[in-house]
């Protein structure tokens, strides 16, 4: 369905409608933020968000509703945050911990968007079905390079090709491990005891991202199986609609780790970045950078250019650098 675009009245209601039950949410928080006393401050972690209202984690691994106060800022899945109980499995969000990592998308408003915070493995869900578009796969690694952590690819569903199909899948994606990132081949539905996979999670904050139905709630519920995980799975009752996961959510592994569970996008745009934060975000091109004969290279078809002299060398793969210079064109600001 194309989407309908609104007046500037109309969006202008929207925000006085949701300016008013901010508000509405801010002022319950304060009446029973009044009626509480200092003393019964928690620590607790975001499991999810779900517009103003949350859950809260605590030490114990028990679940608390919460609103939040809404000058703290915008808590996400996986902040650390301080907390009051206020009635049973209640409580107001008060303060934010200060983050570690964060992992933002763009908003449709062109600002960011927070989507999960404090994470120190960014793991990217690929399948041969939903094939992988539009660099979506070197657009997430951007991302876990700004943000300064690693980056493991999962292929799943390997299930689905024969043995030419799994070599040419997995063929075409070698580059990677190569630089760097660990590439993990598997299949849920034949080999459902992920031994490999806990070994990367344990005792670390994960987060699974990629296209929507390539298996990632998947992941997590076979992981977890105690815990109520939504697959997308056609729904049984009325045959419409998909379990779709729709916002993130953070699960307590049993090694101590933790993996949150992202909804699935149909792309993810980097925000708007320069030209030298694009190339960092390649971490192969690195030892190239700076030696173009052109200052403000582009790396396309610039004589002396280093990164197409590493690519000619066989340094830089093809498809990365094809990568590189798509996103260029696409979110770069300031494009020279
Ligand atoms: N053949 C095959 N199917 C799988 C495998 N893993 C998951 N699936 C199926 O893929 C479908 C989508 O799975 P989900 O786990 O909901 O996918 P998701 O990535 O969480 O999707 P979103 O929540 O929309 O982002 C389900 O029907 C799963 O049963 C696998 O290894 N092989
Ligand atoms: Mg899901
Ligand atoms: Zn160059």
Request: hydrophobic letters at 40%; aromatic letters at 4%; proline letters at 7%.
């Amino acid at each position: 369905m194309p989407r309908r675009r609104l007046s500037e009245r109309q969006i202008a209601r929207i925000q006085r409608i949701q300016e008013r039950r901010r508000s509405k949410v801010e002022a319950r928080a304060e009446l029973a933020l009044a009626q509480l006393d200092d003393e019964a401050a928690r620590n607790g972690l975001i499991v999810v968000r779900h517009g103003a209202n949350l859950i809260v984690e605590d030490s114990e691994g028990a679940c608390h509703h919460c609103v939040t106060r809404q000058h703290i800022g915008q808590p996400v899945c996986g902040d650390l945050v301080v907390w009051q109980p206020c009635g049973p499995n209640a409580g107001v969000i008060t303060a934010l911990q200060p983050r570690e990592t964060l992992l933002s998308r763009p908003g449709t408003n062109g600002q960011d968007k927070p989507l999960a915070a404090n994470i120190s493995l960014l793991t990217i869900v690929i399948a041969p079905e939903p094939a992988p578009t539009g660099f979506l796969l070197d657009q997430y690694l951007v991302a876990a390079e700004r943000i300064g952590v690693p980056a493991l690819i999962l292929c799943n569903k390997m299930d689905l090709l024969d043995e030419t199909g799994r070599a040419a899948f997995l063929g075409g994606l070698e580059h990677y491990a190569k630089i760097g990132y660990p590439l993990l081949p598997l299949s849920l539905k034949q080999d459902p005891s992920l031994g490999p996979l806990r070994e990367h999670f344990a005792s670390r904050s994960g987060i699974l991202v990629g296209q929507s139905g390539v298996g990632k709630s998947s992941l997590i519920k076979a992981l977890l199986p105690d815990q109520e995980v939504q697959i997308g799975a056609l729904s049984t009752a009325t045959g419409l609609g998909r379990h779709t996961t729709s916002a993130a959510t953070s699960y307590r592994l049993d090694s101590g780790g933790r993996l949150i569970d992202s909804p699935g996008v149909r792309s993810f745009r980097l925000g708007a970045i320069e030209r030298t934060e694009l190339e960092q975000g390649f971490p192969e091109f690195r030892p190239f950078i700076g030696r173009c004969r052109f200052s403000n290279c582009q790396h396309q078809h610039e004589p002396e250019c280093a990164i197409l002299a590493a690519r000619a060398a066989g340094r830089i793969a093809p498809d990365r650098l094809l990568a590189f210079q798509q996103l260029a064109k696409a979110v770069v600001r300031n494009p020279d």
